[in-house]
């Protein structure tokens, strides 16, 4: 899929934008702050619904304006043209249009478009916090999944509901029958389950993905282990059937990904029996606490390199190779599911990567599909890419085509 | 500079109604400073008279201004046939069918401990005494939200060991909606939600 047109309005530092891509590679380059990442997070915000930055929505208005719009002329091989276009508010609210025809949840807008995005923020998926590992994970399943989405909303609202009765309960000693708590309980595992269950199955499905790449990337040198650490313990083997996540690969044909997310509903039942039983063993902690102790909020995701866990014990060009072999990873599967390439959006990476892994990323663009890469010199890109890509100059706050 | 005593209550008074910020609460007190004093006066007014007159339906917890609803004064509805709802105007909403012959019970709110709404605040102990009294079956007919569903298995459980039917409205596609143009959550709520045909 590509974007054929991209127009900006009030979004960032840019008043107004109107560009029109090759369906290729496109090269942004341009001094420090003059709105190169803005372009991406525009394009990340209309495949996504969010911002790219910490933060509040609403600070991707433009200074002193009252809303920002991004609208984009999308070509998809399988679905043809669409018109997509997202209004941010200033109370964080948002508005989407496909078409022409505003829709009644700004979530109709996901999987219109398809991105992968790699930049700086990535790193803090192998480096950072358990919260950043587990915003990768919502923000790729969405892309793959509204489902998710839908239980992902619904979860974080019974969660909050129930923490709140159960710091009532506290405060207030009460029969927690009578307060309902069983059928927060009962909502929180149904919920909590969906979510257990995607996630489980999208790094089953990237980890064979990442690792092959990870090997690619460090020449066979280095072997990476991808593990997710769910909140609760679930159930030994809830997927058997379905295809096996873990092919033999040695000599065998390179990993297939399946090309659908979604599974059977009955397919989340055992995790949320599971979920049930851990909860009510629980209960009386949770009551003491006041506030719930397990479930998908607690979720993490483990990367050991040679064995030893990467955000601990991995050098700062060990954690970047990882989080870009995980992108790689996440663009092959992602074409999979959609059954065409995504737009590939590379913000100021080839300044940070060393000449072994600078020629493996290069080669990755090479295949792609339509591409959108930043940095802040011409001489940051190899000359074949120039030759070929269109070359768009920012510069405050305007992008000028320069070839 | 400040309002006018007054006018500066008047505007804090209007600012706490649901939905209306400080500039809508300004423009309303300006709208009302300007109109005749015959319109202020009928506005007062019908805001006392609902207070005084206004009460709950002493069946079904409706809002009415007489000892029972008009729908439980209507001797041709079907008595075996109750279906809860939250709201008064979720009652409404149902009546506009003109497909629904049985009788309702108002909860007059759902379960939300964030809003300090626990179950003895909602009219949920009145429900038992009207179950026993000859209902077949209670239909639950609250939102597909976390509250509404919370407090439909709050009921459920506490209905169904007494042997009597429960049943759920489906939540899924709008009637007349075009499958192609239902967004993806209504469409897997429309499956999840399906019957025997
Ligand atoms: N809401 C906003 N209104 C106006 N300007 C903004 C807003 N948000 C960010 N900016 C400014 O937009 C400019 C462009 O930011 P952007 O991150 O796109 O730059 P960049 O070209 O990617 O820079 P770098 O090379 O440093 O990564 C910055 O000067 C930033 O301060
Ligand atoms: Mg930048
Ligand atoms: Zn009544």
Known sequence: ?????????????????????????????????????????????????????????????????????????????????????????????????????????????????????????????????????????????????????????????????RNRLLRDLRERPRNPVEAGLNEWTEQLAEYGAQIFEKRQFYISM??????????????????????????????????????????????????DPPECMESPLSATESIAEAFRRQLAAAMQEELRRGGTVLGPQRDDAAFLVNGRDARIYASQGQQRTVALALKLAEYRLLEKMVQEPPVLLLDDVMSDLDDARRSCLLQWVEECGQTFITGTSLRAFPPAMLAEGALFLADKGMLQRTN | MHYARPLAQLVSELERLPGVGPKSAQRMAFHLLRQPQEDARRLAEAIMSVKESIRLCAECSNFTDQELCEVCRDTRRDRALLCVVAETRDLIAMEKTGEYKGMYHVLQGLLSPMENITPDLLKIRELFPRVAGGVQEVILALNPTAEGQTTALYLASRLKPLGIRVTQIAHGLPAGGDMEYADQATLISALQWRREV
């Open chain 1, 1 to 161: 899929m590509r974007l054929t047109r991209l127009q900006l309005s009030n979004f960032r530092c840019y008043g107004s934008l109107d560009i029109q891509p090759s369906a290729r590679l496109n090269v942004l380059y341009g001094e420090n702050a003059q709105g190169k990442t803005s372009v991406l997070e525009a394009i990340r915000l209309l495949a996504t619904t969010r911002s790219l930055r910490a933060g509040r929505e609403a600070e991707m208005i433009r200074q002193n304006e009252e809303m920002a719009h991004v609208q984009a002329e999308l070509y998809r091989d399988c679905a043809g043209e669409a018109d997509l276009m997202i209004t941010v508010l200033p109370s964080d609210r948002k508005n989407v249009r496909i078409n022409g025809t505003k829709r009644p949840r700004v979530l109709d807008l996901l999987g219109q478009l398809n991105v992968v995005f790699f930049g700086s923020p990535d790193l803090d998926i192998v480096a950072g916090e358990p919260a950043d590992r587990r915003h990768f994970l919502n923000v790729e399943i969405s892309q793959v999944s509204p489902r998710y989405v839908g239980a992902f909303a619904q979860y974080k609202k019974v969660l909050e509901q």
């Open chain 1, 206 to 255: 990237l980890a064979p993905l990442a690792e092959e790449a990870h090997r690619a990337l460090t020449a066979g040198r280095e072997g990476l282990e991808i593990r997710y650490l769910p909140g609760i313990s679930l159930p030994g083997q809830v997927r058997e059937s379905s295809p096996a996540p873990w092919p033999a690969r040695i000599n065998g044909p390179a990993y």
